[in-house]
């Protein structure tokens, strides 16, 4: 048939391990599969099924990520490929030989000709698998299928064998040319046949369930669920006749592949796809992980085109990076606490309210809780205007009221301008007496904080029986116990750590979920600082080192000055305290 016309022409684009193919009739169907081997065989089974609807050879343009190639694909499962006179380079013969399978190696040497063409399929051919091209296994659907064919396209071999419940391909009519004295009816018959391996879509036509009849003969309505105890695909007639199916067509319960099976594959005849059918697609990228910073020779070699992959450690950077910028529903408050002056309570509150600020836009509070001399205002920058906590207290109420504005903070706090962080500062010049803060009065406070911030930081005093330690305590969703590499210094972290144990309930809980930061004080007292903290292993969440570092010693606490490496331990220690968040 269509001898001397152009064949009709159908279209693939192959996209990793799915397609779109296009018929000759301007259908558009989607193929998926679970690698590339398998939606090659699914687009040329699809051709080959088109070739038999239309009872002549089709032609296939192919473009994607194989290369765009012209097949032509014949109803026996013939396959050629349409050459240009333009010069063909080596990837598009890779590219071809993808698309087409060479004979299985034979013990002779092979001939440079090619054969001379057959009627019949060589044993090797991909259409093997499908049908061995003669009528025998279409008057014969029972008979035992053809052994597994392998294949060389130049890699090694793979298997390819078609799965023992399904029956050997048959089209609507016999395969070959028709006769002379046959009319153009049988031919619409075909093409109007729907083809036995495309599965039947959820908004498919009913008139696909099964094939028109004559307008006299009474159609009765078949189940298009209930299998027929024949084989799927068995003719009801000889091979000499065309077969009416009285049935619907039973849908194959697995397509051939390569190496595994697949499922089959579901067509979308419609503009958009009903439920029970594959979930289309989304077109945005799910959100993914905290991306990772390329640092020396990998971020040297991307800068030259190479394609390279973050170490380790930065992808464990990146990570702590993202928990200490998180935000949470509510504010949320950590105590600095430990009986004993001098280890390190203030520069622990200034160095995690710059990591959270830094990393989590602002909005960051240190509270200096310290009824005898607290030096956090010392230790960080002053603002525009000097005031306490003395200053904020009476005018709470005011601050708390709707109209109030969220600027209006700035009059009681120091912004740290490079740090983004706010300071509550104490009076360190007022005797404890002059500056006392009741439990009612740290409520009050505590409600305006929690209005202004998302985060409150308290850098506790000494005096563990004050009111607004105490209160401290009962607020607090986090507990953080700094210490030095000194036995005093560690004893008193312990000793607070016990109590807290025994105090109630919440208290317990800080204590078992709390984070110990062991600072190195001295250059030469490393292995001090390691005995120390591994004493606490075990005793707590999470326990984190500190090295030595000039810039933590005395003057301004700012996070850029501070070394490399002590950036690294208070990012660790930061993120270790997020957690227990």
Same mark, same amino acid.
């Given at each position: ?23 000759? #009739? ?7 599969? %679970? ?57 598009? +013969? ?21 054969? /001379? ?11 093997? !698998?499908?049908? !061995? ?27 390819? %064998? ?43 036509? !009913? ?60 067509? +979308? ?31 040297? +070699? ?17 990570? #702590? ?10 504010? #949320?408050?950590? %105590? ?55 200053? +904020? ?55 305006? %904080? ?8 308290? *850098? ?10 105490? #209160? ?13 590499? /000194? ?10 750590? *016990? ?26 007292? !490393? ?55």
């Amino acid at each position: 048939m269509n001898s001397g016309t152009e064949p009709a022409r159908a279209h693939a684009r192959v996209t990793g391990e799915s397609a779109e193919f296009s018929t000759p #009739r301007g259908d558009v169907e989607s193929l998926t599969a %679970a690698d590339a081997d398998g939606i090659r065989h699914l687009i040329l089974a699809r051709a080959r099924e088109e070739a038999v609807l239309s009872g002549a050879p089709i032609e296939v343009l192919t473009s994607g990520d194989h290369g765009e190639h012209h097949l032509i694909v014949d109803a026996d499962g013939t396959l050629s490929v349409r050459t240009s006179e333009k010069t063909v380079t080596r990837a598009e +013969l890779r590219e071809q030989a993808w698309w087409t399978t060479e004979p299985a190696p034979s013990t002779e040497p092979a001939p440079s000709e090619e054969p /001379a063409p057959s009627t019949e399929p060589a044993p090797s051919d991909w259409t093997a !698998a499908l049908d !061995a091209g003669d009528d025998d296994d279409l008057d014969a659907p029972g008979e035992a299928d053809p052994a597994p064919v392998a294949f060389d396209l130049g890699t090694p071999q793979f298997a390819f %064998a078609l799965p023992d419940d399904i029956g050997p391909y048959e089209p609507s009519t016999p395969l070959g040319e028709p006769d002379a004295d046959e009319d153009d009816e049988d031919i619409d018959d075909v093409e109007d046949a729907p083809s036995p391996w495309a599965p039947v879509s959820a908004d498919a036509p !009913a008139a696909l369930d099964a094939p028109s009849e004559p307008a006299d003969a009474p159609a009765e309505p078949a189940d298009p669920m209930i299998e027929s105890d024949e084989p799927a695909g068995a003719p009801s007639g000889s091979a000499d006749e065309p077969a009416e199916p009285s049935e619907p067509l039973v849908i194959p319960p697995a397509m051939p592949t390569g190496l595994t099976d697949i499922p089959p594959v579901p067509v +979308l005849s419609g503009p958009l796809a009903t439920s029970g059918e594959s979930a289309r697609p989304s077109f945005i990228e799910p959100a993914g992980e905290h991306p990772a910073k390329l640092d020396g020779w990998r971020a040297f +070699l991307a800068q030259l085109g190479l394609p390279m992959r973050p170490s380790r450690a930065a992808i464990e950077r990146a990570a #702590r990076e993202m928990a200490v910028s998180r935000h949470w529903a509510g504010c #949320r408050t950590i %105590a600095v606490a430990n009986g004993k002056g001098g280890v390190g309570k203030t520069m622990t509150t200034a160095v995690l309210a710059a990591v959270y600020a830094r990393h989590g836009g602002g909005t960051v509070l240190a509270w200096d809780n310290n009824d005898t001399r607290g030096t956090l205002g010392w230790r960080t920058e002053q603002g525009d205007y000097d005031t306490t906590i003395r200053d +904020l207290l009476p005018q709470a109420a005011k601050l708390l009221e709707t109209t109030a504005s969220v600027s209006d903070i700035a009059r009681y706090v120091h912004h740290q301008s490079v740090d983004r962080y706010d300071v509550l500062r104490s009076n360190p010049e007022l005797l404890a007496a002059d500056q006392r803060i009741t439990t009612a009065d740290f409520d009050l406070l505590m409600q305006v %904080a929690a209005r202004y911030y998302r985060m409150v930081i308290f *850098d506790s005093g000494n005096d563990e029986s004050a009111d607004r330690w105490l #209160r401290m305590i009962d607020s607090a969703h986090q507990l953080v116990v700094p210490t030095l590499a /000194a036995p005093e210094s560690a004893e008193s972290a312990a000793l607070l750590l *016990d109590a807290l144990r025994r105090r109630d309930e919440h208290s317990r809980r800080l204590a078992e979920n709390a984070v110990v930061i062991v600072s190195q004080s001295e250059r030469s007292n !490393a292995a001090a600082v390691q005995e120390i903290a591994e004493g606490f292993v075990g005793h707590v969440r999470a326990v984190e080192v500190i090295p030595f570092d000039d810039a933590l010693k005395a003057g301004r606490i700012r996070y850029g000055s501070l070394q490399p490496k002590t950036r690294d331990a208070w990012m660790r220690a930061a993120a270790a305290v997020a957690d227990g968040l």
